[in-house]
């Protein structure tokens, strides 16, 4: 089974900029963002952080498209995944991949990590933060959209590429939970129901059983869950 805990355990991180910037050097650093979406972190990274720059990689061309018709000084998008990285070797001082290794197809995972490995310098960082398996809000978006399975996937190939001794080695973990809010029903809906990069066939009476599970959760604030996070940074060998 994916890994299961209890939220409430966990520290509640708002900014998940605070616990890279914890953990690693950010001014002056070439970065790479592996899976951006929005790229929410990486526009307040370049903001924060002087000298800093990143390139950003998405592959749903819904959201690349809206990336780049709002560019940002030193932040760089290109359509582009995890498993065939457009830059040269040791282009990199680190790598980011929040929320996204899981969505990398599973046959691909090893991979993609052989990659991100190619395009850092020797000593260079992996920053994977991966959502872990429970919650409220997991057991919700299971009802139609069980990620159990590819989350597990993910983990293990980070333990695979590990134990190989090729590239990677073990820097240090941390565990916390973020706040996620939502406005109502439907801003649920439009988010996770019915996100570009993905069709979950969503039926009319699958809804409406997503619905009933959701309303305990709102009120006139909205609903607000914990995610639970696994953060695991990995240094590329020199």
């Known amino acids: 089974m994916p890994e299961m805990v209890a939220p409430d355990h966990l520290p509640l991180v708002?900014?998940?900029l605070d616990v890279l910037a914890s953990l690693?050097?950010?001014?002056g650093q070439r970065l790479i963002e592996l899976g951006c979406g929005a790229a929410r972190l990486?526009?307040?990274?370049?903001?924060?952080?002087a000298g800093s720059e990143v390139m950003a990689l998405e592959v749903d061309r819904t959201q690349h498209a809206q990336n780049i018709a709002q560019p940002q000084e030193r932040l760089v998008f290109l359509a582009a995944g995890a498993q065939a990285v457009p830059a040269p070797d040791a282009a990199f001082d680190g790598a980011?991949?929040?929320?996204?290794l899981h969505h990398v197809p599973v046959p691909e995972?090893?991979?993609?990590?052989?990659?991100?490995?190619r395009v850092l310098r020797p000593g260079g960082w992996l920053y994977v933060s991966e959502p872990i398996y429970g919650g409220a809000l997991?057991?919700?978006?299971r009802l139609y959209n069980d990620e159990g399975m590819v989350r597990r996937a993910a983990q293990a190939a980070l333990d695979r590429a590990l134990a190989s001794g090729t590239h990677w080695v073990a820097q240090t973990e941390r565990r916390f939970a973020q706040p996620v809010h939502y406005a109502d029903w439907d801003d649920f809906a439009r988010r996770m129901l019915y996100p570009s990069f993905a069709d979950h066939g969503i039926t009319e009476a699958l809804a409406d059983r997503v619905r009933a599970a959701f309303a305990?959760?709102?009120g006139p604030q909205g609903a607000s869950f914990v995610r639970p996070m696994h953060v695991r940074l990995l240094r590329r060998r020199g």
Request: hydrophobic share 45%; charged share 30%; glycine share 2%.
């Open 14 to 16: 708002r900014d998940e």
């Open 24 to 27: 690693v050097p950010l001014d």
């Open 42 to 49: 990486a526009r307040k990274l370049v903001q924060r952080h």
């Open 96 to 100: 980011l991949m929040l929320k996204s």
């Open 109 to 117: 995972m090893d991979q993609a990590l052989a990659e991100v490995a």
């Open 138 to 141: 997991n057991t919700l978006v």
């Open 216 to 218: 305990p959760h709102g």
